[in-house]
């Protein structure tokens, strides 16, 4: 799939099937192919968030490197390309929480948000294609939420969205962000 609206000096593979990076480097203006990494993200384990979320980012460039070079559109996407991967997990009451595998799971998660905190801690990771270099980190924000009354949950589930997002839960979602008091950013963090 691509999106343009500006070209630029350069291309970019977005390495990721999430709206909200879509949505990101659409409104920056920049031009983009989405290939997506087509991982087993459950079988990367880490203690760490940071490490996590990391590893993650780094096994999908690993991923879309290799099924470049596989085809010859590799010398081609390699000349002035930009490969962005990025992965985001939520920690709550101490336990990393990734894309609910059922309904009944996204609602759990939900309902624990309700009147509480969660940790989200994100990672974004920057490869030339050309080079081969690698430039990423990581970021943690704390977020805080007021009751999500259970109708609000019930709307969230149904829709869908839920078993597609870190935690559940998509913070600037219309139906979500009305029940988050703050966002907290922590200092970033990591640098490879």
Not at 8 to 21: E, K
Not at 93 to 105: H, N, T, V
Not at 134 to 155: C, H, L, Q, T
Request: with cysteine; net charge negative; aromatic share 6%.
């Amino acid at each position: 799939m691509k999106m343009s609206t500006n070209s630029s000096a350069f291309t970019i593979i977005l390495g990721s099937s999430s709206m909200a990076r879509r949505q990101i480097l659409t409104e920056m203006g920049y031009e983009f192919t989405i290939m997506s990494a087509d991982i087993d993200e459950k079988v990367i384990r880490r203690e760490k968030p940071a490490d996590l979320v990391m590893a993650l980012a780094e096994a999908k460039a690993d991923a879309i490197v290799s099924r470049l070079k596989s085809t010859a559109q590799f010398e081609a996407e390699a000349l002035a390309t930009l490969l962005i991967t990025a992965d985001t997990v939520v920690v709550y009451e101490g336990i990393i929480r990734e894309k609910p595998s059922s309904k009944e799971e996204a609602r759990e998660f939900i309902k624990g948000y309700s009147g509480g905190q969660a940790e989200v801690v994100g990672s974004v990771l920057v490869t030339n294609l050309k080079t081969g270099k690698r430039k990423g980190g990581w970021d943690r924000a704390e977020v805080y939420f007021y009751n999500i009354p259970d109708e609000v949950i019930d709307s969230l589930i149904n829709e869908g969205i839920t078993l597609n997002v870190a935690g559940g839960l998509m913070l600037e979602h219309p139906m979500t962000l009305p029940f988050v008091e703050a966002v907290v950013s922590r200092a970033s963090c990591g640098d490879n």
